[in-house]
């Protein structure tokens, strides 16, 4: 198993900067290498992560730091639900490090990777339908559209169309099966850097624990939760995620592009409820990449919370539809 390294981690403590008499919020605790730092630097930490093995990395934290760290085992949408657990309304901090972690990926038998053939699961917390459920039942239809939206493979009608005539013949469930079965859809590697199955496992992945969905409804939950001053700090490995981000602190700083000269003024929105940190993206150094290659694909957005009243919840990308 490889070591695990967390992406950006001196950006992301300048961007947190916790310190002592801070409440910082790790909201994907993973391996607790964003907590770790935290502690060190004096602040308390209440960790999400809805992964129960995550319990296992806590436990030389709290040994070493005592009640100065909580982990909740929710999702990181809970926020404010799971401060109220630990007995705080509000934090100083929130910390979001988007995606599957590398001890998800190192681990064979929790089907994130097609590195090593295991079962084609991929559930973070172990409930609900699996990626094997969603391969085996979904239409040929709604496959395609989940590898083109959360994969953005181009080829998704030629790959779902594939997937369902071997299933026909026999359910998947290995993760080498149904990595092969793409790969022969597509013709073959033909020298490609990639993988040709990348995109859907990606997909698969993504909807199989509601990522998107989560990283909305938890960015709005970070607005709540944070006092005035409070810092927002969010790492993303791929762009659909770092769409998301980015428009969210784009709207929430008031730096939409302004309304044409030559049509009237448009109603004016909510008061800005974040300052940015600073213009654009974080990315790692060449030490860093060198390091750890699987930050190539990482950015860092930040933003302060201001004194403004939280905005309400609209125009939202991939949220959860209503029960």
């Not at 995550?54 to 999702?75: S, T």
């Not at 990482?298 to 125009?315: C, D, F, I, N, S």
């Amino acid at each position: 198993m490889s070591a695990h390294l967390s992406v950006l981690l001196d950006e992301v403590v300048e961007a947190v900067a916790p310190a002592p008499g801070r409440l910082v919020v790790d909201g994907t605790f993973g391996a607790g290498g964003y907590s770790r730092a935290f502690l060190q630097r004096g602040a308390e930490v209440v960790a999400f992560d809805r992964d129960p093995a995550a319990a296992a990395h806590a436990e030389p934290l709290r040994v070493e730091y005592g009640d100065k760290l909580v982990l909740l085992q929710r999702r990181f949408s809970e926020l404010e639900a799971g401060l109220a657990d630990a007995g705080r309304a509000a934090c100083d901090a929130v910390a979001l490090d988007i995606g599957v972690s590398s001890m998800q990926l190192d681990e064979a038998e929790r089907g994130f990777s097609f590195m090593r053939d295991g079962p084609l699961d991929m559930r973070m917390s172990g409930e609900g339908p699996s990626a094997a459920d969603l391969v085996n039942r979904e239409e040929e239809a709604e496959l395609a559209r989940i590898f083109w939206i959360y994969g953005e493979e181009r080829k998704s009608r030629r790959i779902a169309g594939a997937l369902v005539r071997r299933r026909a013949q026999q359910p998947f469930t290995r993760t080498l099966d149904l990595a092969e079965t793409v790969e022969k859809a597509l013709g073959g590697r033909r020298g490609a850097p990639v993988h040709p199955a990348t995109r859907v496992f990606q997909a698969l992945r993504i909807a199989v624990n509601e990522e998107l969905a989560e990283l909305e409804a938890g960015l709005a939950a970070a607005e709540r939760v944070l006092s005035p001053g409070g810092r927002l700090a969010v790492v993303t490995f791929h762009s659909l995620e770092d769409r998301i981000v980015k428009r969210f602190l784009t709207e929430r700083s008031g730096n939409t592009p302004a309304g044409s000269r030559h049509l009237p003024p448009g109603r004016m929105g909510p008061e800005p409820s974040f300052d940015l940190l600073w213009k654009g993206a974080r990315e790692p150094g060449q030490n860093e990449l060198a390091a750890n290659p699987r930050a190539r694909s990482a950015k860092l957005r930040a933003g302060v919370r201001t004194a403004a009243a939280p905005w309400p919840e609209t125009g939202v990308l991939f949220g959860r539809e209503a029960a």
